[in-house]
């Protein structure tokens, strides 16, 4: 995310001075993951409460079984959700949110906010432009 200081050879005071380009490469790292298509649905129903993984695809409409089924890998391997298994017969196989994934969901909710009323601005701009 480096700026090119000839685009802007006095650019404006914004707030933003202090983010270096690792910091700001650190930071899209975390959003590819979770940013994944279906990650963040899974992620929500896993905050929701879901374990099992019927209850997964039955709140993530659309995903197959091995696409949530590889997400839910990721997600383990990024410590964004806990696998345990549960030796009965048949073998229970639960999946819950970490800290970490439920910390990560709290500091998103300021991003969907944002994009809730960036879609209803740009809906009512649609309606009257």
Known sequence: MAIDSR??????????????DEKCRLFTGYLEI?????????????????????EYRAAVRGISDRLLNQRLKELEAEGLIAR?????????V????????????????????WGVEDHERRQ??????
């Open 124 to 129: 009512r701009a649609a309606r009257h432009g």
């Open 34 to 54: 979770i940013g994944k298509k279906w990650s963040s649905g899974i992620m929500l129903a896993a905050a929701r409460g879901a374990t099992r993984f019927v």
């Open 7 to 20: 685009l802007a050879p006095n650019p404006p005071e914004t707030g933003f001075e202090h983010i270096d």
């Open 94 to 113: 639960q999946y819950r949110p970490t800290e970490r994934g439920l910390s990560l969901m709290r500091a998103l909710q300021p991003l969907v906010a």
């Open 84 to 92: 345990t298994v549960v030796p009965t017969t048949p073998v229970l």
